[in-house]
């Protein structure tokens, strides 16, 4: 038994669709699909649900010209009986002429679930059209989760119980990414991304052989090709480097995913679906000797210093405080660094929080900050591969441990 996740990215449109298939009918045996929604269709059906909830007027019409219309095109382009797709669509139109109940993330999950639920109808669809077989599973009768709408928490023994009861580990089983249900039968997703994370928590509960995620780049590049011109595709990586990847901000796998795969040691694969055949990306329990050096670029940073005004020294009790602080309006802290009486943080720029977050944390410090500053993570770094990310920057704060630097720093004005 094992998993294949395809993206949104894959199945964008019929092309993309037709070529999934393919590989499913190559490639998948006694597998688990996972899929996510076409394309955009989370953000599209994001501002439906704004739309609804806040009465901001063109409800039908949404639904209609911008998710239903872009579905429509790729059925007409594929062929097959896409009925049940009709269906969801034309509830979803009856449920949008009703109030509006629960609270805001409630509908949201609702709604924006219905994305995975068409998607892998059209493709559940086209497979039986084309002739190969395949099993449609609804992700929400399987994964488990608390009541944390946009966010939920996995039960595990529960979902590991039902997957167990419900999904055949012989043929081919479609299913969703992102979504699941809370114990009184509400629909909840798992965080945006969150479909990798899904195949993660199948594969863990059905002890799978191993999980492919296939994506539009050949494999786990050693840099983001936006930011590096000679980046390099790493045929092997630990789970321990994939998780510090992800957790700095590596966007490749979501970093919830290693984790249920690692404690079972299920292999993960990142290869292509433009070129099915290349072998891409493994990851699991590897020694390497001489791992290549990664980067992760976050721009658009915020460097805060914190100094107590009462000059007590930064100790647990200030620490706490800060924390609290963070907690309470739910910035991520994405470095931290202190003296005797300062703390330094750098977090995403973020203006719909950071303004209060700064509010607060005057009430008891004084508070200085850097706007505009970049995080440069590097993972296995040398001298030479610092040196090479420094040109042109200033240095504003740097951290070293054994494995990983990160460098806060400006470019040169
Ligand atoms: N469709 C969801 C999103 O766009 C989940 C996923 O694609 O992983 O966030």
């Known amino acids: 038994m094992n998993v294949f996740k395809f993206g949104g990215a894959s199945v964008k449109d019929a092309a993309g669709i037709r070529n999934v298939a393919e590989i499913i009918r190559t490639q998948a045996k006694n597998t688990l699909l996972v899929v996510s929604a ?172 191993h999980v492919t995620i296939w994506k539009d780049v050949p494999g786990v590049l050693n840099a983001d090709p936006k930011w590096f011109d000679e980046t390099v595709l790493l045929d092997k990586l630990t789970y321990q480097d994939a998780i510090e990847l992800s957790y700095y901000g590596a966007t490749v796998i979501h970093p919830k995913t290693i984790k249920p795969l690692q404690n079972k040691e299920i292999p993960l694969y990142v290869r292509s679906f433009i070129k099915p055949d290349a072998p891409g990306t493994v990851i699991g329990n590897f020694k390497l000797n001489l791992p290549i050096p990664s980067f992760i670029f976050k721009i658009n940073q915020l460097l805060i210093s914190l ?50 977050l700064l509010e607060l944390l005057k009430q008891d410090f004084r508070v200085t900050y850097n706007e505009g500053v970049e995080l440069i993570t590097i993972r296995h770094y040398d001298q030479q591969t610092i040196d090479r990310v420094l040109i042109n920057k200033n240095l504003l704060l740097e951290q070293k441990s054994r494995y990983t630097v990160q460098l806060v720093v400006r470019e040169v004005a």
């Not at 405080?321 to 931290?336: E, P």
Request: proline content about 2%.
């Open 307 to 356: 100094h107590p005004n009462d000059f007590s020294f930064i100790a647990e009790d200030n620490l706490s405080r800060i924390f609290a602080r963070f907690a309470q309006v739910g910035v991520r802290i994405n470095l931290m660094q202190n003296t005797a009486i300062s703390f330094s943080v750098v977090v995403d720029t973020n203006p719909d929080r950071i303004p209060a």
């Open 38 to 209: 076409m394309g955009k269709t989370t953000n599209l059906l994001e501002d439906l649900v704004r739309a609804y909830v806040y009465q901001l007027g063109d409800v039908q019409k949404r639904l209609e010209r911008y998710v239903r219309y872009s579905h429509d095109v790729v059925m007409n382009e594929l062929g097959g009986d896409f009925s049940l797709v009709q269906q969801t669509f034309d509830q979803l139109g009856y449920d949008l002429d009703q109030r509006p109940t629960g609270t805001f993330d409630e509908i949201y999950d609702r709604i924006v679930a219905l994305g995975e639920v068409v998607s892998t109808q059209i493709l559940a669809a086209y497979l039986t059209h084309i002739g190969v077989p395949v099993r449609w599973l609804d992700a929400r009768q399987v994964i488990c989760a608390d009541t944390t709408f946009r966010e939920g928490r996995i039960d595990w023994e529960k979902t590991k119980q039902r997957i167990s009861e419900d999904v055949a580990c012989e043929g081919v089983t479609l299913t969703q990414g992102f979504i699941g249900q809370t114990s009184d039968g509400r629909t909840i997703t798992l965080g945006r991304d969150g479909s990798d994370y899904s195949a993660s928590i199948f594969a863990h509960c059905l002890n799978a052989e």
